[in-house]
């Protein structure tokens, strides 16, 4: 369905005006009365040699700043008077499917940054650190030659759930899953990755990568 941007922009003021602030929810995808995507493909790559999108909710934002202008945000006596201050993006990303990083995550991602830059230092430069577990020495770092991930095509494909946690055909878990989690649940959890104060969960959570695009 083409988006009406001048609805859009009728409701927004409808919503602002009552509220003071909108929160504007976008997926990929979103097309134009032209039927163009918002936020198409730049000639240009990422890392993994993939298209790199300019973002639906980027070009979301452009419209809304030349519909608005600064002149809505000085009338309404907002805390910031311009379109483009007023106006911002949030990418939820990796918070949205997992949650805060707890203990564990926070101390193995310094360990694989760790790791990396070790690899580098000894020459390894087609190498990638790696988290690896086994019964005999639990959770530990390691590496793998980049070149492993790749078929005989030199292509990258995506990464399977390992059998122990999930069986993939009937998308159920396993009985033994439980020596692959229970060190998560058990050594890796400190008292400061629970919210049993109150007051603590009422507190706003704030992205380090927010603050910084702010």
């Known amino acids: 369905m083409p988006l009406d941007i001048d609805r859009l922009v009728e409701r927004t003021k409808e919503v602002y005006d009552l509220q003071k602030n909108v929160v504007i929810v976008c997926a990929e995808g979103i097309v134009d009365s032209r039927a163009a995507n918002l936020g198409d493909q730049t000639q240009s790559f990422d890392p993994a040699a ?4 300019s973002g639906a909710a980027d070009a979301l934002r452009q419209l809304l700043i030349a519909k608005l202008s600064d002149d809505y945000f000085t009338e309404q006596n907002a805390a910031m008077n311009s379109a483009k201050a007023a106006i911002f993006v949030r990418k939820v990303g990796h918070t949205q499917r997992g949650g805060p990083p707890v ?19 000894q020459g390894q430069a087609n190498a990638v650190s790696i988290l690896q577990w086994n019964q005999e020495r639990g959770f530990h ?39 692959y989690l229970k060190p998560i ?23 380090v990568g927010g603050r910084i695009t702010r």
């Open 141 to 179: 770092v390691s590496s793998v030659a980049a070149n492993a991930f790749r078929d005989r095509y030199g292509l990258i494909h995506a990464r399977h759930m390992h059998h122990v946690v999930l069986r993939r055909r009937a998308f159920e878990t396993v009985a033994n899953r439980h020596d």
């Open 50 to 53: 993939t298209w790199l999108l």
């Open 103 to 121: 203990q564990f995550d926070r101390f193995y991602a310094a360990q694989l940054g760790g790791q990396a830059v070790d690899l580098l230092r």
């Open 185 to 207: 649940f058990t050594n890796c959890i400190s008292s400061e990755d629970l919210e049993a104060d109150a007051h603590h969960a009422l507190q706003p959570r704030q992205s």
